[in-house]
């Protein structure tokens, strides 16, 4: 999950939560944009939840009210009574559960074995009565001693005034915007619990092991006005900035950087870095390109053809900015090589003469395993079946006349450097860089990055899939769509998602759209998925 939020009442007469935690979601809209939900906890202990796919605008756009008495008295005051576990439904299969993952936490097993889970049910059988046919899966958590995601608590006075509110979010912007003051990052291995009318309490869960945030969330992923564990994300892109510079004088040539007519950020996350290179370098600093600002972020969408078109929809290159001037380019970060390329070949048709592009970031070689799907590592331009990439092949690939990466300590002193809150131990922090050089702050098991390209084939199927139906409703669709519908897909060894009737063999360069990547799903998905253990607004029709 790549933005959440938290929210803690000090008065239970105070109904502005889900209005709070609405509002707040706005400010994380920019951490992805697939799917949003929010639950509340309403009077009498039951949870009630909107969620969906799409925007946090398109989800969020109708009511409803479902307050029911709990059915199952007996079973329910065990649960309650004896068991001490929470009802949220009317459903018989939520009963049943509960009493069976009690009957099991009755063993006192971290992990139980067969013996345990027939003995189990056993017990629950001679607790219910009735008739069922039930399936269950069994699974095991862990806490993260890292602290690679990012998460931080504010409190601010309730409205009345008797008590403090409390919130967390995984991004400082969205406390701010509430009046959240007080900021607490939480560490490594670290839970905070807060009981209704009392102050938050941090329990250590788990030892901590290395305090790591992720460097990602700096270079590209959050707002430039969010402070993560401490760190200004903000002071941050302008510090790459200047040792990016540094780095351009290092490696071009006094010739090559006295050519240089303009420095031109890529809206929108280098903009705050393009001009402290262009003050070191002491060229003229302009805005290039225009941004459309009703198109979202093109590395998170599903598919290579979504993103180039993304790429041309978000970005319009201003003629007199680039005709006859040798331009260097400033992004944050190059990834698959797609937005890179399309951008070099806008600047090279508003009339440049040369093109220089420089990364903020250094080469990303290796997949993103914390949270952000940033790509497949045969996607990315920086990786070669398992070796770097030459920075000269990136260049002939991207169309560029040179390509100048950021130097990995580089970025790290530049975050480094960034520290304006003392919220946290920062003589521990240090940075997860595992995208830029394959060394990751966890153990990796053996075979994991091929499950997870398996992974990455399953959760694309459906988004695909669905985009093909709606090309059929719209009439627009071609062959390989009728194909995909009619038939379904199926997911190769490699996580790569292909029509169930093709024989094809895959074959692409990387970072290029010769990958023929499909995100498809059998079988029509309902429109109203009913979740049996929460009350969902989107299950039910406006009326």
């Not at 009735?130 to 990012?150: F, S, T």
């Not at 200004?232 to 071009?252: E, F, H, P, Y």
């Not at 398996?454 to 709606?470: D, I, N, P, S």
């Not at 038939?487 to 023929?516: C, F, I, L, M, W």
């Amino acid at each position: 999950m790549c933005g959440i939020l938290a929210l803690i009442k000090a008065s239970a007469s105070d109904t502005s939560v889900a209005a709070d935690l609405h509002e707040a979601t706005f400010m994380l809209q920019h951490r992805g944009q697939d799917a949003v939900g929010i639950a509340t906890c309403a009077s009498g202990g039951k949870i009630y939840q909107v969620k969906g796919n799409g925007l946090v605008s398109e989800v969020f756009n109708d009511n409803g009210s479902r307050i029911n008495q709990l059915p199952g008295y007996a079973l329910k005051h065990f649960l309650d009574f004896e068991a001490h576990r929470h009802i949220n439904t009317e459903s018989d299969s939520e009963l049943m559960l509960n009493i069976f993952a009690n009957e099991l936490n009755e063993t006192g097993k971290a992990r139980v074995n067969d013996k345990d889970i027939v003995e189990a049910l056993q017990r629950m059988y001679g607790r219910c009565v009735g008739g069922w046919a039930c399936v269950a899966m069994l699974a095991g958590l862990y806490e993260d001693a890292y602290a690679i995601r990012p998460l931080i608590m504010g409190s601010r006075p309730s409205n009345n005034g008797k008590g403090t509110d409390y919130m967390f979010a995984s991004e400082s912007i969205a406390l701010k915007q509430l009046g959240f003051k007080d900021f607490k990052d939480i560490l490594p291995g670290q839970a905070i619990i807060i009981k209704k009318g009392f102050t938050p309490v941090a329990y250590q869960i788990q030892e901590a092991k290395r305090y790591a945030v992720d460097i990602f969330e700096f270079c590209y992923f959050a707002r430039p006005d969010s402070i993560i564990d401490g760190i200004s994300v903000n002071v941050s892109r302008k510090n790459m900035g200047t040792r990016l510079a540094d780095k351009i004088k290092r490696v071009m040539t006094p010739k090559e950087i006295s050519d240089i007519d303009v420095i031109i950020p890529i809206p929108e996350t280098s903009v705050t870095s393009a001009p402290c290179v262009a003050a070191v370098l002491k060229k003229k600093f302009v805005q290039g390109f225009v941004k459309n600002r009703y198109v979202f972020r093109t590395f998170i969408m599903p598919g290579q053809t979504q993103r180039k078109q993304g790429v041309k929809r978000k970005l319009n290159a201003m003629n007199e900015e680039f005709a006859g001037k040798n331009v260097l380019l400033i992004d944050d970060s190059i990834v698959r090589g797609t937005t890179a390329r399309e951008i070099v070949a806008m600047a090279r048709e508003a009339g440049a003469k040369k093109v220089y592009f420089a990364s903020c970031a250094p080469p990303v070689t290796h997949a993103h395993i914390y949270g952000i799907d940033l790509a497949s590592p045969n996607e990315l331009v920086a990786h070669d079946h398992g070796q770097d990439r030459a920075i000269e092949e990136i260049a002939r690939y991207v169309g560029a006349d040179r390509v100048i990466f950021q130097d990995l300590q580089d970025l790290k002193t530049a975050c480094s450097e960034a520290v304006v809150l003392k919220t946290a131990p920062y003589e521990q922090l240090d940075f997860e860089v595992g995208v830029f050089c394959g060394d990751y702050v966890t153990p990796v098991d053996e075979g994991y990055f091929q499950h997870l390209e398996e992974v990455r084939g399953e959760t694309r199927k459906l988004k695909v899939l669905e985009k093909a139906r709606q090309a059929v409703a719209n009439g627009s669709l071609n062959q390989e769509e009728v194909d995909i519908v009619a038939n379904g897909v199926k997911v190769t060894a490699n996580g790569d998602v292909v029509p169930a009737t093709s024989n094809y063999e895959q074959s692409h360069t990387n970072g290029d759209n010769k990958r023929r990547r499909r995100s498809r799903e059998e079988g029509t998905p309902p429109k109203d998925r009913m979740d049996i253990s929460l009350h969902n607004y989107r299950d039910f029709p406006a009326s």
